[in-house]
C-alpha cells in the first residue's frame, strides 16, 4: 500500500512570496489532515477535511493560508505571502475514518521563509 | 497552559538500560492517548495507542493514569535503533482532533 505523498519535499521563499504544497493520501481514506510542525514543537493541526468538506480549520491563519480538498482526494496549501515565522515543516496525515482511526504522515515539506 | 506537556530530555541512555517518561494533559475529558515516534528529519509514525489498563508491545510500555492526568511510556532494553523523538498525543475532542507534545528526545548509546 503506497504512503501519503507530498511535494515540494523542500522549498525556499523569500518572505511576502506564495507557495504550495500537495498532499496525496492513502487511497480509500476519506480524512485528510494538514500540520506545520515548528522547529522544536510538536506538530499542530492546520486544517482537517473529511472527504472534501471542512471538519476544522480553527487554527488556519485564514488570511494569509488556504487549503482545498476539491474532489476528496489529494489536497494543497497554499501560503500568501509568506512571512519568516511560517518557516516550519509541513506535514499531510489520513486517516481512514475520522474517529478513533490512526493518522498515517507524509514526509513533509519543509519550507524555509527568508 | 499546554494541552498536553512532555519532558523535552534529552534522556541519554546506555543500550540495555531502562528509560521512562511521562506526559501530561490537561483536558480531563481527553479520551484516547498514543505514543507516536519522530526520527530525526522524519514524519511521525505511531508507535502505540495507550489503553486504560495500561499495555505492552514488545520491550515498550505504556501507561494511563487519568487522576493525575498523566501518561507513561517505559523502554526496556533499550536498543540504538530507539534513539528518537517520543511524541504523546491526546485526542481532546469528540470528533478526534489530536493535540502532539513537543516530545521527549531519547538517545541510546552504544
Known amino acids: 500500500e503506497a504512503g501519503v505523498a507530498q511535494s515540494p519535499r523542500y522549498k525556499i521563499i523569500e518572505k511576502r512570496q506564495s507557495v504550495a504544497f500537495w498532499c496525496n493520501p492513502i487511497?480509500?481514506?476519506?480524512?485528510l489532515y494538514w500540520y506545520q510542525q515548528i522547529l522544536g514543537q510538536g506538530p499542530k493541526l492546520l486544517i482537517q477535511?473529511?472527504?472534501?468538506?471542512?471538519?476544522?480549520d480553527s487554527q488556519l491563519p485564514k488570511d494569509r493560508f488556504s487549503a482545498e480538498r476539491l474532489k476528496g482526494v489529494d489536497s494543497t496549501l497554499k501560503i500568501q505571502p509568506a512571512k519568516l515565522e511560517d518557516s516550519a515543516v509541513y506535514l499531510c496525515?489520513?486517516?481512514?475514518?475520522?474517529?478513533?482511526?490512526?493518522?498515517?504522515f507524509g514526509p513533509g515539506t519543509r519550507l524555509t521563509v527568508l | 497552559r499546554k494541552e498536553v506537556e512532555q519532558d523535552p530530555g534529552p534522556f541519554n541512555v546506555p543500550e540495555g538500560a531502562t528509560v521512562a517518561f511521562n506526559c501530561t494533559y490537561s483536558?480531563?475529558?481527553?479520551?484516547?492517548f498514543f505514543w507516536y515516534r519522530q526520527d530525526c528529519r522524519k514524519e511521525p509514525k505511531l508507535l502505540m495507542s495507550?489503553?486504560?489498563s495500561g499495555n505492552e508491545d514488545g520491550r515498550f510500555t505504556a501507561q494511563l493514569n487519568r487522576a493525575s492526568q498523566y501518561i507513561s511510556l517505559l523502554i526496556r532494553d533499550s536498543k540504538l535503533s530507539d534513539s528518537a523523538t517520543y511524541l504523546c498525543?491526546?485526542?481532546?475532542?469528540?470528533?478526534?482532533?489530536?493535540?502532539f507534545g513537543a516530545g521527549t528526545t531519547v538517545t541510546v548509546r552504544a
Open positions: 496525515a489520513s486517516s481512514r475514518l475520522v474517529s478513533g482511526d490512526t493518522q498515517y
Open positions: 487511497s480509500g481514506h476519506a480524512t
Open positions: 477535511f473529511q472527504n472534501n468538506g471542512v471538519v476544522d
Open positions: 483536558n480531563s475529558a481527553s479520551q484516547s
Open positions: 495507550v489503553y486504560s
Open positions: 498525543v491526546v485526542n481532546t475532542r469528540l470528533d478526534y482532533k489530536l493535540s
